[in-house]
């Protein structure tokens, strides 16, 4: 297992409210990713952070804002939730071995339903 | 365009059953590729890694094959448990930028019946 965790792995949450989905790792990883992903579709990148006070926007277009104050943190934000941003979010850190080979490892996911 | 392509969508075998499940990439300049298991509900974590000279790589009771020229991979489950029932994904990295991007497959979603 990797020391990559998510909170919470499931919220329900009204249209309107203010959520923020935390992902902390400890494997003291520089590289962080949020990803989006429905059921049965690809992971999309929605976030993504080369270390502490840098973060960038992904492929898919996202109203969901991120922060990276600390190493091991990588909270997601959403300031209004819509019932479009219902999906599961995986967080995710990666380091490369010196020859340029990336992996990722993976949270369990937040499952966020928005009604 | 970078893209992975995965076949077929699902599959449902029974258990004890071998399986071979596809990856067709066009992700320039390649870096590796990454086989993912990724249960219900849960986050993927990886069976195999693939590099550009590599042929053939096993774990256990998953066997990866790559063919660089024909960018293919598969990923050959034998005597498969219910356990394996899971969405396994194809992931291309590659090396033409600082963040080392991964593009994923859809995923084949594989069923094992006892």
């Known amino acids: 297992e990797a020391d990559i965790y998510q909170t919470p792995r499931y919220l329900v949450i009204g249209t309107g409210k203010k959520i923020t989905l935390e992902c902390s790792q400890t494997?003291?990883?520089?590289?962080m990713y949020w990803y989006q992903q429905d059921p049965g579709m690809e992971l999309h990148l929605i976030h993504y952070?080369?270390?502490?006070?840098?973060?960038e926007k992904g492929d898919l277009s996202s109203e969901s804002t991120v922060s990276r104050i600390r190493t091991e943190h990588f909270p997601l934000t959403l300031e209004s939730a819509r019932p479009s941003h219902t999906s599961q979010y995986l967080c995710?850190?990666?380091?490369?071995?010196?020859?340029?080979?990336?992996?990722?490892?993976f949270g369990q996911g937040t499952r966020l339903t928005v009604v | 365009k970078n893209q992975v392509e995965q076949s077929p969508q699902s599959l449902i075998i029974l258990e004890g059953k071998n399986c071979t499940l596809q990856c067709n990439y066009t992700v320039s300049p390649f870096s590796n590729l990454r086989w993912y298991k990724q249960d219900t509900g849960r986050g993927p974590v990886s069976l195999t890694i693939m590099t550009f000279s590599e042929n053939t790589k096993s774990n256990g009771r998953y066997t990866a094959t790559l063919d660089a020229d024909t960018k293919q991979s598969s990923l050959h489950i034998t005597a498969s448990q219910l356990s394996d029932s899971a969405s396994y994904i194809c992931?291309?990295?590659?090396?033409?930028?600082?963040?080392?991007?991964?593009?994923f497959g859809r995923g084949t979603q594989l069923t094992v019946w006892p």
């Open positions: 992931v291309v990295s590659d090396r033409g930028s600082t963040l080392g991007r991964l593009y």
């Open positions: 952070s080369y270390g502490v006070n840098s973060t």
């Open positions: 995710a850190s990666s380091e490369s071995d010196g020859q340029g080979n990336t992996e990722a490892f």
């Open positions: 494997m003291g990883h520089d590289k």
